[in-house]
């Protein structure tokens, strides 16, 4: 059995991956060329805007049975999905072609349904959610079926051994930013008493300005440089 | 041309000023990305901006950014030095997000427009404020600016005399950390709300609370004005934000108020906790009005002058707007729509413009509350499926949109609106707008709670035309532009039945917007008129944790998300069929 915070962490990764998976498709929509390809994106984007939703249902009804100090590192904001869950470098189907974008829809619904089985786990005992959930894995088979329906059509000649390398190299991603998030934090942990001493040294330096000479009182601040930065 | 960016703090945006010193475009990041609160390098925004105007690099003559990066980066971890060792952690965080924060502006801008970058201008974060509020201001010289917000550059709060366009001078400010932004934004954590987002739901759970509660007087005496040295003083022992990278108060804060708020546990009027959450957000209201009341006496002192410009993200508390206007040395209040810090671009965007054309009656021409260009037509095509599958057009004539719309209201339903260009957020105007029924309450709430799953202690605001204002609330002559924009609230008239309408909060008053001729909201109340409705209730377009709807698929995906019927669009009257 897990622990609460574990628990709650998994619920949260998964509400923020579900409402990253949204804002993609609601930019595929927005960007696609043909008005068939934009309301396949849209009904996406609303099957993970509505996944996010019972995620968070889930996540709020988990985390107001712990303590409220607890209970507080596990808010969502949208804000923390950039960089995390959504690329600070722009949106999938901004910086991928469009045939890169679909096979990767293709093999990350796939994914996200295995990892869907681990969470139906953690709600077992519950019979309402275990049954979202359910119906959560079926709407990730249905987009995976999609995108293949489209690959298949529009691909054809690359069929089957190129979805299967999309499918293993997309794994490979998935395990690699894993084990990178896991190691990054262990070696977080590893290098805090150098990064404590380094701030130490940079808060020393700091406290030698004199921040006073910067003071703009009784000055125009029209006439002031506007090339300095401080 | 010119540009304003503001961003990597709070909210970032983009404003674009042309050669005749009119504000033609703007975008918050958040509009394109549909992250609420996105406050990364606004590249969407700016790339929108130069591709839709078809501007070349060159035609750009400067670019401001609405601060100096170095000195907020300085000021904090100075600030935070002195509090070592316990302070270490956000120093080193700092240190470590150095290439995230404002510094990389440069680096971002060369990147994205290589070239851009050697024209970027640097100003004030207060001056970026002064001068947005200037611009929606008739008044533009001999005018007092109080900016107060969080943090910028180096201070919290300032006081300036504009004695004209090109002679904006500091007269006073309040060093970091003592910030009346930054406390009210620590008792918003405190409350379970997220900071930056849940200020506006501390304000609304303010006025349930008691004065004279001790969790109230507890939360006021926190902060106070120093009347002997003319600043803001905090007892800085009861909040941990100038030396935590997660913490915005202190344990010392949990030993004199009890435990913060679990946010997952919904606040119901009824609970037995609602009264003490509610009695630690009046205690912080109070604090706001009282130092602010202060502020504005002391601005007055200063400067002699009674005509305000007040902006920054505390200009946002529109509760506390009634009161600092009944103060006798206060004639004129101007606040801009967007106050914050995405609105800073625009000042941001002037600058570049001021800097450029130092000429002799030079004048901020006022722009539109409605800035944010958007075309549907190029849309249109793309959405055709959709709208085919999901959608009934009930009529492209716009009188006929504005004819059926009233009957619609008329009989209680929820429309949305999305036409036009946007107004700048975060008020919504009129077009990216939710709209009922202003004295219906079954529609208001409907649109409160069903749609927008809204906390059921705010109340929405209703627009109204001046003459059904003044009929129904206390409007005051000092605050009567701010009313265009809902940045105030008012009293409602007791012997009327405004006191019972559901847009009206627990304590009387209304956020109320006074709509002008010409906006769609005017056409709808002027049809309404036919079916004795005077008052829609108004709220912005989106769903509770998103940002405003933006374009036709935004508006499209709210209506399918939640049981929203009817929309506005410039495609027509749109009607779900699901």
């Known amino acids: 059995m897990k622990d609460d915070a574990s628990k709650l962490n998994i619920i949260l990764e998964t509400a923020s991956a579900e409402y990253g998976s949204a804002l993609e498709m609601l930019s595929a929509c927005k960007l696609s060329e043909k008005a068939p390809y934009s309301c396949g994106y849209f009904n996406h984007a609303k099957d993970e805007y509505n996944h996010a939703d019972i995620f968070m249902s889930i996540l709020s009804k988990y985390a107001m049975n712990v303590s409220s100090s607890k209970a507080r590192n596990y808010r969502f904001t949208a804000r923390s999905l950039i ?20 096979a990767y829809v293709y093999t990350n619904e796939l994914l996200a349904k295995k990892s869907f089985e681990g969470i139906l786990k953690l709600v077992k005992s519950d019979s ?103 | 041309m010119y540009i304003g960016i503001s961003g990597y703090n709070h909210e970032s945006a983009v404003a674009l000023v ?18 609420k609160g996105d406050k990364s390098f606004p590249k969407r925004s700016l790339k929108r901006i130069i591709q839709l105007h078809n501007i070349e690099i060159n035609q750009i003559k400067s670019i401001a950014f609405y601060e100096r990066p170095l000195s907020s980066f300085l000021t904090s971890i100075r600030t935070a030095a002195l509090n070592m060792p316990r302070s270490l952690p956000l120093i080193s965080h700092q240190c470590r997000n150095f290439d995230k924060s404002s510094i990389s502006c440069y680096l971002d801008l060369s990147r994205l427009f290589p070239g851009l970058e050697k024209k970027l201008l640097y100003l004030d974060h207060h001056l970026s404020h002064t001068l947005t509020a200037l611009a929606y201001s008739d008044i533009q010289s001999d005018i007092c600016s109080i900016v107060v917000d969080g943090f910028g550059d180096r201070s919290t709060t300032s006081i300036a005399k504009v004695n004209n366009l090109y002679d904006i001078k500091e007269l006073w400010c309040c060093d970091y950390p003592s910030s009346l932004g930054l406390f009210y934004s620590s008792i918003t954590d405190f409350l379970g709300f997220e900071v930056n987002e849940g200020e506006y739901k501390v304000m609304g759970l303010s006025s349930f609370g008691n004065s004279n509660s001790l969790n109230a007087k ?141 000429r002799q009656n030079t004048k901020l021409s006022r722009p539109t509350f409605f800035p944010s260009n958007y075309d549907s037509t190029s849309q249109q095509h793309l959405a ?27 009989k209680g339903e929820v429309i949305g609106i999305s036409i036009n260009n946007a107004e700048t957020g975060p008020r919504a105007l009129g077009n990216r707008s939710l709209v009922c029924d202003g004295t219906n309450k079954d529609a208001v709430n409907t649109l ?69 001729d010409g906006q769609i909201l005017f056409s709808l109340l002027d049809k309404l008129e036919d079916y004795n409705i005077q008052i829609l209730a108004n709220s912005s377009f989106n769903l509770s944790g998103d940002p405003t709807s933006f374009d036709l698929f935004d508006a499209l995906m709210v209506s399918m998300r939640k049981p929203l019927k009817y929309i506005i669009t410039n495609v027509g009257l749109l009607q779900s069929i699901l």
């Not at chain 1, 960089?83 to 722009?90: D, L, Q, R, T």
């Open chain 1, 83 to 102: 960089g995390k869950y959504v690329s600070a470098k722009g949106y999938l189907y901004e910086i991928m072609k469009q045939k890169d974008f679909i």
């Open chain 2, 18 to 35: 042309d050669e005749h010193g009119t504000l033609v475009d703007y975008y918050r990041e958040e509009f394109l990305s549909r992250v």
């Open chain 2, 448 to 516: 409160n709670t069903l749609i927008k799953n809204r906390s059921p202690f705010r109340p929405t605001a209703p627009s109204m035309k001046y003459h059904t204002a003044n009929k129904y609330y206390v409007l005051r002559n000092e605050l009567i532009e701010c009313y265009k924009t809902m940045s105030a609230t008012c009293k409602c008239r007791m012997d009327t039945e405004s006191i019972n309408f559901p847009t009206t909060h627990i304590d009387h008053t209304a956020r109320l917007q006074i709509v002008e």
């Open chain 2, 218 to 358: 507890n939360v006021f005496n926190l902060i106070k004005w120093n009347n002997q040295f003319k600043t803001i003083t905090m007892d800085m022992s009861y909040f941990d934000y100038h030396i935590s990278p997660t913490q915005s108060y202190s344990n010392k804060l949990v030993e004199l108020l009890g435990p913060p708020r679990n946010p997952f546990v919904p606040l119901v009027r009824e609970d037995n906790d609602f009264q003490y959450y509610a009695d630690i957000a009046k205690g912080a209201q109070d604090a706001i009005v009282n130092i602010l009341c202060q502020l504005f006496n002391y601005a007055h002192t200063l400067t002699g002058s009674r005509r305000f410009l007040f902006s920054g993200g505390v200009a946002m508390n529109s509760a506390s707007l009634d009161e600092i206007s009944s103060l006798s040395c206060v004639d004129k209040i101007i606040i801009p729509p967007s106050p914050g810090d995405a609105g800073a671009s625009i000042g941001s965007a002037y600058f570049a413009y001021l800097k450029n054309n130092h």
């Open chain 1, 128 to 230: 309402q959610q275990s049954s979202l959930i359910l119906q959560i894995m079926e709407d990730e088979l249905r987009h995976h079926g999609l995108a293949k329906k489209h690959f298949l059509k529009h691909y054809p000649r690359m069929q089957p051994l190129q979805l299967m390398a999309y499918r293993i190299r997309e794994t490979i991603n998935n395990r690699t930013r894993k084990f990178y998030f896991q190691n990054l934090r262990i070696l977080d942990k590893l290098l805090a008493p150098l990064y404590i001493f380094m701030a130490y040294i940079a808060g020393t330096i700091s406290i030698l300005f004199n921040l006073r000479e910067f003071d703009h009182t009784n000055k125009n601040l029209m006439e002031l440089s506007s090339k300095s930065i401080v």
């Open chain 2, 384 to 410: 055709k499926q959709i709208l085919t599958d999901n959608f009934i057009t009930l009529t492209t004539e716009f009188v006929e949109i504005i004819s059926i719309s009233a009957k619609l209201i008329s």
